[in-house]
């Protein structure tokens, strides 16, 4: 059984930064994948970013590509998201997600609990 446990959303001015993370118990493997989804009201879920085991990170979501960036602490198995240059569009519950294998669809086997993240102009 593997445990997700979100932190680090919050209310945050547009143009400013948060850094989310996830932190892992339980057993992986290392075919595994990491992702970040967020899902904002009336809305899908979607895909934000994904790594590997290794911490390689594997893609991101076009809305996201140069703004945020998705990093592993190998040792604590910690996920991190750093958003940079936020915009109200970015508001949503970012949820933290594992799977073996990459997909960048709301398929995976394990989730958080969900952070929220609310971009204010």
């Known amino acids: 059984q593997v445990q997700l446990v979100e932190s680090g959303g919050g209310l945050v001015q547009a143009g400013g930064s948060l850094r989310l993370s996830c932190a892992t118990s339980?057993?992986?493997?290392?075919?595994?994948?990491w992702a970040w989804f967020r899902q904002a009201p009336g809305k899908e879920r979607e895909f934000v970013a994904g790594?590997?085991?290794?911490?390689?990170?594997?893609d991101y979501a076009d809305s996201v590509k140069g703004r945020f960036t998705i990093s592993k602490d190998n040792f604590k198995t910690m996920i991190f998201l750093q958003m940079n240059n936020l915009k109200p569009d970015d508001t949503a519950a970012y949820y933290c997600?594992?799977?073996?294998?990459?997909?960048?669809?709301?398929?995976?086997?394990?989730w958080g609990q969900g952070t929220q993240v609310t971009v204010f102009s």
């Open positions: 997600a594992v799977r073996p294998g990459f997909s960048r669809e709301p398929d995976y086997d394990y």
């Open positions: 339980g057993t992986v493997f290392g075919n595994y994948v």
């Open positions: 790594i590997s085991w290794r911490g390689n990170p594997i």
